[in-house]
């Protein structure tokens, strides 16, 4: 496990995100909102955080659901992952889709989403008039069974 510092400036008033386990890939990340937002069925809103971050360049802040919130009460990240670049200095916002059929209400300090820091590379592009030939090939989307 590699650790690195990333600065982060946070006018929420709620706690940094953070590890809840030794081994947790993703950290909790809480909403900042004034009042309470109530997400219908089938919509979605920007939650913000109240958290601004500078990651060292060759880092990305991917944005995930929280499982629990996903399986109990059909919340999710609807552009999941979410990326954060490097570069990016504004406030960072969780779109969040209500999937079930009761209103979901966020309070300022709830847990919405959790983040994970990954390092990526950057393709090179080649192009070329042919691809090496593979035992798969073509075959996708359930080529193997269901």
Not at 62 to 76: D, F, N, T, Y
Request: with cysteine; aromatic share 6%.
């Amino acid at each position: 496990m590699k650790n690195i510092k990333v600065k982060i400036v946070n006018k929420s008033g709620n706690p940094l995100p953070s590890y809840e386990t030794i081994d947790s890939a993703g950290m909790d990340v809480r909403a900042c909102v004034n009042a309470p937002i109530t997400i219908l069925p089938m919509q979605q809103v920007l939650v913000p955080t109240g958290l601004y971050m500078e990651l060292p360049s060759g880092y990305e802040c991917q944005i995930r659901p929280r499982s629990g919130l996903a399986l109990k009460k059909g919340i999710s990240v609807l552009n999941s992952p979410g990326t954060i670049d490097a570069d990016y200095r504004g406030e960072i916002g969780i779109i969040l889709m209500n999937f079930s059929q009761e209103p979901f209400v966020v309070n300022n300090g709830d847990r919405i989403c959790q983040m994970v820091i990954k390092e990526y590379v950057k393709a090179n592009w080649e192009e070329v008039d042919d691809l090496e030939e593979t035992e798969r090939g073509a075959g996708g989307f359930g080529h193997t069974g269901v």
